[in-house]
């Protein structure tokens, strides 16, 4: 369980995060979804004790990051596929790591196999590939068997093959019982990864809830097509609805549909089509943090 | 199963020292410009002695002549030591370390403890071939010295020192400035640029400032006698350690109170 608390961390006048709060749940894989610059990363590394916050704070399991006697085997965190010296070979930087935990060497082996980079397990990580560095990333986090994980943004870089796989590898994990928390910018990506969803935008908590939850209570319309399109159309903008009409029929929004059903009865309209329209993942994403990008584009002033 | 210590934080910081080619390069380079200069110079000497003003001749240490090799030498313990911290903030590989180790002082106290022990014995072994390598250059024709002499034996294991408390220097700029380029020229500034500002001042204020300057210490400390307007072996030798010490806490703050 991953908590942040009234979280605000500015770096000068700039605030990467404001008055942040959520909690992460074990046994799901939870997504963590912003528009660059949203404080997605501040966040991660301000629960790892990289950065200090200025209020709030962030607990693990119900303890400080820097409380645990081996915080490798509490928590894994994947934070930049290319925070590894370019130097070193893969095999010698998770020894390093599993060293200063105490963590046995045979573990090395064991991650170095399981991310499939044991064959260049000691040539120079500066000669990986984005893909390799995200596995040597995803070998680092789990070399302690952690409760806890941490990517952020594993899936840039990874071929097709990589991201089924690595899909595949949060769901083990949260199925284990792990808390799996993973950032992305891309919607459509964590829709398909991750179970539960937390959205921010410009450092500020947006939404939270199931890929179903986000995708139901938000930008929902219902499309109608009926034997009287303009009657129906008044009908129910008398009573509240917003409607658009097209040559095909109405698009319907801020009423349920089986409201809409219930007033074309009640006028006598025979329907021959009642849609609810779902909104993608991405649409919910654009509308909730259309107010939140940092570095949209913009329309210049006229 | 133990959690982070200082024993495993020093041990996995030593698998990081040797793992990259920067340090072998730098304890070969450290090793070529000591010993090959060294004898280099010790050479030049002897071709000259003949020639040499008597006054000279007497004035002549054949310690410090034979490590005059360490004066270039400086220049690659700095980097080794620069290198062991600025290479972990320029990779961004530093986040990877404090997230296994969030105790950051510990990460330091266990650079230091690398650095320093390994550093060490090859200074130490350099010094003592480069010096030995001189005296049998000089043999026959210059006065030569033997480690069976106590100030001899002094000397030459304070160029071991010397060089050692110089990776240090560069550790601790290293962990304020956090850029290898920026703590190198200052690194080069404090041994090189200064003095050479210092040698454009009058005499006087030469005689009075040029002792405190870490290469004049240094010199000091491989002498067998104290140079002219210099400070002692020892004084020499705590000055530096007071300076190195203070730049490492300064770095240390720095590095503890400062986002990752």
């Known amino acids: 369980m991953l908590r942040v608390d009234h979280l605000t961390k500015r770096y000068g006048d700039t605030v990467a995060v404001d008055d942040l709060s959520f909690d992460v749940a074990p046994g799901v894989v939870t997504g963590f979804l912003g528009p660059n610059g949203s404080g997605k990363s501040t966040t991660m590394r301000v629960m790892l004790g990289l950065d200090r916050p200025t209020k709030g704070q962030t607990s693990i399991n119900g303890h400080a990051y820097h409380d645990f006697p081996a915080p490798l085997r509490e928590v894994g965190a994947q934070l930049d596929a290319k925070s590894v010296h370019p130097g070193r070979s893969a095999r010698n930087h998770l020894r390093a790591l599993a060293t200063s935990n105490a963590i046995p060497l045979s573990r090395v082996d064991e991650v170095l196999e399981f991310a499939g980079i044991a064959s260049v397990a000691d040539k120079k990580v500066g000669g990986f590939s984005l893909g390799m560095s995200q ?6 986090a789990i070399l302690g068997d952690p409760g806890v994980l941490l990517f952020d943004e594993p899936i840039n870089g990874l071929d097709p093959e990589g991201i089924r796989w690595i899909r595949e590898f949060f769901a083990n994990l949260a199925r284990e019982g792990r808390t799996v928390f993973v950032s992305s910018h891309l919607m459509s990506e964590m829709a398909l990864t991750a179970d539960q ?8 908590f947006i939404a939270q809830g199931s890929v179903d939850d986000l995708t139901r209570n938000t930008a929902g319309t219902v499309f109608v097509a009926s034997a009287d399109n303009a009657r129906l159309a008044q ?29 074309a009865l009640a006028n006598g309209i025979a329907l021959s089509e009642l849609t ?5 993942l991405e649409e919910v994403f654009m509308e909730l943090t259309a107010d939140s990008i940092e570095y949209g584009s913009h329309k210049a002033p006229s | ?27 070969i380079v450290t090793t070529v410009l000591t010993v090959g200069l060294g004898a280099l110079i010790a050479t030049a000497v002897r071709a000259n002695w003949n020639q040499m003003d008597p006054i000279r001749q007497l004035a002549f240490d054949p310690v410090s002549t034979s490590l005059g090799g360490t004066l270039f030498a400086q220049f690659a313990v700095g980097v080794i030591g620069t290198l062991f911290i600025t290479s972990e903030y320029s990779s961004g590989s530093i986040r990877t370390t404090l997230a296994a180790v969030p105790r950051r002082s510990l990460v330091v106290t266990g650079k230091l403890v690398v650095l320093v022990g390994s550093l060490l014995v090859v200074t130490e072994v350099v010094c003592v071939a480069t010096f030995l390598l001189g005296q049998s250059i000089f043999s026959g024709v210059v006065p030569t010295a033997s480690l069976g002499d106590g ?22 700029l290293g962990l304020i400035l956090r850029q290898s380029a920026a703590s190198i020229s200052t690194f080069t500034s404090l041994l090189l640029v200064i003095p050479i500002i210092l040698f454009l001042l009058p005499q006087s204020w030469q005689n009075a400032t040029t002792k405190f300057m870490p290469s004049a210490l240094g010199r000091s400390m491989m002498s067998t006698r104290a140079p002219e307007n210099f400070f002692g072996a020892w004084t020499a030798t705590s000055l530096l350690v007071l300076y190195v010490v203070v730049a490492f806490a300064v770095g240390v703050v720095l590095m503890v109170r400062r986002d990752a």
């Open chain 1, 197 to 204: 969803i937390i959205v921010i935008g410009r450092g500020h």
């Open chain 1, 276 to 280: 609810p329209q779902r909104a993608s």
């Open chain 2, 1 to 27: 199963m133990s959690g982070v210590t200082l024993a495993s934080v020093t041990r996995s910081e030593w698998i990081k020292f040797r793992s990259v080619r920067s340090t072998l390069m730098g304890v």
């Open chain 1, 135 to 140: 596995r040597l990333g995803i070998a680092a």
């Open chain 2, 151 to 172: 100030a001899v034996l002094r000397s030459v294991l304070l160029g071991g020192v010397y060089l050692t408390l110089l990776a240090v220097l560069g550790l601790a």
């Open chain 1, 235 to 263: 009908s129910l903008r008398d009573l509240g609805a917003s409607v658009a009409v097209s040559e095909r029929g109405l698009e319907i929004a801020q009423m349920p549909s089986n409201r809409i059903g219930e007033i």
